[in-house]
Nanobody, 124 residues
Framework: QVQLVESGGGLVQAGDSLRLSCAAS????????MGWFRQAPGKEREFVAG????????LYAESVRGRFTISRDNDKNTVYLQMSSLKPEDTAVYYC?????????????????WGRGTPVTVSS
């Protein structure tokens, strides 16, 4: 049974940093791309960042590029999202997801397993 468990969310102030983690089990983690998505209240889920199977290629949404960094540790079956210079508009529930491919690109339809999410609230 595939399980993705996010952690690290919380309440922070604008300008602060936060690191999210996503621990995976029940799958061959190193074979697949991994992505982070977020969903703000009243909005659709959106792609935040993706990383390919080896960690050698990453992709970011324009809104977070230069502030967020995605990384992975295949030995620990864990993917991370380091978030810096946080803004109130980053407030959302953050989800990690396993891609069905070695790559990790925006369409949510490419992802076949999802975590339950971890909330991030950024106050102004």
């Amino acid at each position: 049974q595939v399980q993705l468990v996010e952690s690290g969310g919380g309440l922070v102030q604008a300008g602060d940093s936060l690191r999210l983690s996503c621990a995976a089990s029940g799958l061959t983690f190193s074979r697949y791309g991994m992505g982070w998505f977020r969903q703000a209240p009243g909005k659709e889920r959106e792609f935040v960042a993706g990383i390919n199977w080896s960690g050698g290629s990453t992709l970011y949404a324009e809104s977070v590029r230069g502030r967020f960094t995605i990384s992975r540790d295949n030995d620990k079956n864990t993917v991370y999202l380091q978030m810096s210079s946080l803004k109130p508009e980053d407030t959302a529930v953050y989800y990690c997801a396993q891609s069905s491919r070695v790559t990790a690109v925006p369409p949510a339809s490419q992802y076949n397993y999802w975590g339950r999410g971890t909330p991030v609230t950024v106050s102004s």
